[in-house]
């Protein structure tokens, strides 16, 4: 993209020590450039925008946080971002909101890779002289999904609420003849309700005939025919995200970014998108073999007491560098079951529907060896589509999973003597820094919630956010030794 430094308006009020100065002057973008262009054709369609402009107005987005309305304002009236988009001081209506919806939708969210962007922010870090540890902090942010969970429950009881809505308008008579609402929050009662509702409106031909007219009630029915089980996995494939636990106490419905920060510099090395019920353990050599991907040495991994295992231990040995974390306090070997997965932070089992275990009790096998029983609420679980599956009638409706205590191995007791050194308590003192860069990319790049849909629509908030971040982290670094250069 060629720049119009030399007009005289821009040479007159640009702020040379801006974000977007630096961008425009210092960063060359034709490799992340090249990969969007992929989704572009140059024979078919009409003439559109040029990619260079996309790709920087993505990147404004992310780093002010902005509506698409409010962007498109903003970059109209602001010299350093026009500055930044290659346009002239005089230049208006260059895209509009409608384009920046359209594409994000359909062109960057198939195929923009959050490593991908990673990477490419790492190389400019690394051809600037910034500096790298080989020390990586990881651990899992929380991003709140854009919609709200919804029970199956609730969901027949806002097509109720708006069947009701229009009798108390047209026949309070049969309204008056309807059992009372539902206050419990059971999926049984509300079906049942639904289905007195229904079989009243039928009697009554006219009524009948003109509730017909109305969507909900057509729906409604539908839901009816197709039974409670049925709209549980339809309810599945709807809710776009999963209910994860931050601990035993504490739920959220949406999504987990696994990432890893060097705390010498504070720039993200990797980062993965998954689902809110992904297990932390599950990813971790997945997000330490990205890390090395992405260019980054290891010598050390540090994190909390989710990140630390048989595999995770091994892996350290062969590869030859230090895992810092907190093992559990007694040695627990948890069961592997493909409905089941033991979530660390909660201390909980999550089964496959993304439900968490209510109960957990001490027993013994007939050889005298100690278990922990880890048990579902049954009201969850009877109308649980996987409940074939699961345990659920076996176990008389308490789906169960066990978790043997084994004897403590010698990769465990080493583990734990390592953790008392003195240079495993120096790393361990560093991890307060990639909570400082969780707090960051939720209050500042909008990583707080959702902006899109699906796991594939975090993987694309992803890959912006993270990439804007590191871009303002090598910013502020380079203009802080720029100025004890100076000094």
């Known amino acids: 993209m060629q720049l119009l430094a030399d007009t005289p308006l821009y040479q007159a009020i640009l702020f040379k020590d801006d974000f977007y100065f630096f961008l425009a002057t210092e960063i060359d973008f034709t490799p992340l450039e090249e990969k969007i262009a992929k989704s572009f054709s140059q024979e078919m369609g009409r003439l559109g925008t040029s990619v260079e402009l996309i790709s920087r107005i993505f990147i404004i987005k992310h780093n002010e946080d902005i509506?698409?309305?409010?962007?498109?304002?903003?970059?109209?009236?602001?010299?350093?971002?026009?500055?930044?988009?290659?346009?002239k001081p005089e230049d208006t209506g260059f895209i509009t909101h409608s384009t920046l919806t359209k594409l994000r939708k359909n062109h960057f969210i198939s195929f923009l890779d959050v490593n991908a962007c990673i990477k490419f922010t790492l190389d400019i870090a690394k051809s600037k002289g910034i500096a790298f540890s080989g020390n990586h902090l990881i651990d899992s942010t929380h991003t709140n999904s854009k919609f709200n969970f919804k029970n199956p429950w609730e969901y027949i009881a806002s097509f109720i609420k708006k069947i009701n809505d229009f009798l108390n308008d047209f026949s309070k008579e049969t309204l008056s003849n309807l059992p009372n609402i539902p206050v419990q929050h059971n999926n049984?009662?509300?079906?049942?309700?639904?289905?007195?509702?229904?079989?009243?409106?039928?009697?009554?031909?006219?009524?009948?005939?003109?509730m017909q007219a109305k969507k909900e009630y057509n729906r409604l029915v539908e839901i009816l025919e197709d039974g409670l089980d049925a709209l549980t996995i339809e309810i599945q494939n709807i809710n776009d995200a999963k209910v994860g636990y931050k601990n035993s106490i504490a739920p959220f419905y949406g999504f987990k970014t696994h990432i890893g920060?060097?705390?010498?510099?504070?720039?993200?090395?990797?980062?993965?998108?998954?689902?809110?019920?992904?297990?932390?353990?599950?990813?971790?050599?997945?997000?330490?073999?990205?890390i090395r991907e992405n260019g980054c040495a290891i010598n050390a991994i540090v994190g909390d007491k989710a990140y630390w295992g048989v595999d995770l231990i091994e892996k350290a040995n062969n590869e030859n560098w230090l895992l810092v974390s907190d093992p559990e306090k007694r040695y627990q070997e948890h069961k592997e079951h493909p409905y089941f997965t033991y979530n660390k932070d909660s201390k909980t089992y999550i089964c496959l529907a993304g439900n968490s275990s209510s109960s957990v009790w001490q027993s013994k096998t007939k050889a005298g060896a100690k278990l922990d029983v880890?048990?579902?609420k049954a009201s969850v679980c009877r109308t649980c589509p996987h409940k074939e599956k699961c345990g659920y009638v076996e176990h008389h409706g308490r789906p169960r999973v066990y978790s043997r205590f084994v004897e403590a191995n010698s990769l465990y007791l080493e583990h734990i003597k390592k953790n008392a050194t003195k240079e495993y308590k120096e790393l361990k003192a560093l991890r307060f820094l990639i909570e400082q860069k969780n707090a960051d990319l939720k209050s500042n790049y909008g990583y707080r919630i959702s902006t899109y849909q699906k796991e594939i629509g975090m993987n694309m908030q992803a890959a912006f956010s993270i990439m804007t971040c590191n871009l303002k982290r090598e910013f502020t670094i380079l203009s802080k030794s720029n100025r004890q250069k100076t000094t």
């Open 67 to 87: 509506a698409d309305r409010d962007l498109i304002k903003k970059c109209t009236t602001d010299m350093q971002m026009k500055f930044f988009l290659g346009l």
């Open 188 to 210: 049984k009662i509300w079906f049942d309700y639904a289905k007195k509702l229904v079989e009243i409106i039928k009697k009554d031909a006219k009524l009948n005939e003109l």
């Open 261 to 290: 920060v060097d705390p010498e510099n504070l720039l993200i090395t990797g980062a993965i998108a998954t689902l809110g019920n992904e297990s932390d353990y599950k990813n971790a050599i997945v997000l330490i073999n990205q």
């Open 374 to 376: 880890y048990s579902f």
